[in-house]
C-alpha cells in the first residue's frame, strides 16, 4: 500500500468522527507488516478533556489489537485543512512512544497534500520515560 492509498484509508476513517462541537473531522490510518490497516477518528465529549484526538485513537486502538511498535510500516493523518494537518502535542507525544523513529509519518489534507516526518521530526525532545 503506497502513502496515497493509506492516506485515502484516513480519508475514510473521518467520516466517523463525532465532533458536534468543532466540527474538525480528523482520520488517522496505521499500516502494519501484514499488511493490515487500523483506524481511528477524533471524539468529542462536552467536557473537553475527555476528547480523543483521531491520532491517539487509531494508535491505542491498534495496540489493543495486539500491535506493536515493530510491527507498524507507515501512519497517516488527515483533515480538511488549508495545507497537511499538524497533529497536537499530544498526539506527538503518543505517536513518538508507542511507533519507530524510522516510519513514515504522513501528514495529510483532503485535497490530497501530503507531508512526510519522522516521529521525532515531529517531536525531537519527546518524552521516554527515561526519568522515571
Not at 463525532?18 to 465529549?45: Q, R
Request: charged share 25%.
Amino acid at each position: 500500500m503506497d502513502k496515497k492509498e493509506l492516506v485515502n484509508e484516513a480519508i475514510k476513517a473521518r467520516e466517523n468522527a463525532f465532533v458536534p462541537y468543532s466540527n474538525f473531522k480528523v482520520g488517522a490510518a496505521i499500516l502494519t507488516k501484514d499488511g493490515k490497516v487500523y483506524i481511528g477518528a477524533n471524539m468529542e465529549s462536552a467536557s473537553y478533556g475527555l476528547t480523543l484526538c483521531a491520532e491517539r485513537n487509531c494508535i491505542f486502538g491498534a495496540y489493543a489489537r495486539g500491535v506493536r511498535k515493530d510491527d507498524i510500516v507507515a501512519f497517516a493523518v488527515v483533515a480538511d485543512t488549508s495545507g497537511p494537518v499538524s497533529p497536537c502535542g499530544a498526539c506527538r507525544q503518543i505517536i513518538a512512544e508507542y511507533i519507530n523513529k524510522d516510519v513514515p509519518i504522513y501528514l495529510a489534507n483532503v485535497k490530497g497534500d501530503i507531508v512526510e516526518y519522522k516521529s521525532t521530526g515531529l517531536l525531537p525532545y519527546f518524552f521516554d520515560g527515561s526519568e522515571l
